[in-house]
């Protein structure tokens, strides 16, 4: 079992910064495809990065790409998010994730991650 817990949301003015932290128990997190995902109000949770058990390999949504950076340090098992020159359109509770099938790639789709925590909030003010 793997719990996540996120931290470091908030409330900042468009074109500000936040980094978000993911803490995760368990000494299998090096291991482990990690994910960020988002959810605004009255909308689907989407993809926004994800990066691989190594931290060699990310990729990320169209949508925040050149503004977010996703990052891991395994020997803190923690992953972060980055996010620079925010936007309203960027509010929303964020997710963390955690595939459990170790080792594998980047995993980009929700139904493939098998560990969430709670979520963070976001609020971009315009």
């Known amino acids: 079992q793997v719990q996540l817990v996120e931290s470091g949301g908030g409330l900042v003015q468009a074109g500000g910064s936040l980094r978000l932290s993911c803490a995760a128990s368990?000494?299998?997190?090096?291991?482990?495809?990690m994910g960020w995902f988002r959810q605004a109000p009255g909308k689907k949770r989407e993809f926004v990065a994800s990066i691989n058990w190594s931290g060699g390999s990310t990729s990320s949504a169209d949508s925040v790409k050149g503004r977010f950076t996703i990052s891991r340090d395994n020997a803190k098992n923690t992953v972060y998010l980055q996010m620079n020159n925010l936007k309203p359109e960027d509010t929303a509770v964020y997710y963390c994730a955690a595939d459990a099938l170790p080792w594998t790639p980047l995993v980009t789709k929700e139904l493939e991650y098998d560990y969430w925590g709670q979520g963070t909030q976001v609020t971009v003010s315009s």
């Open positions: 368990g000494r299998a997190f090096s291991m482990y495809a």
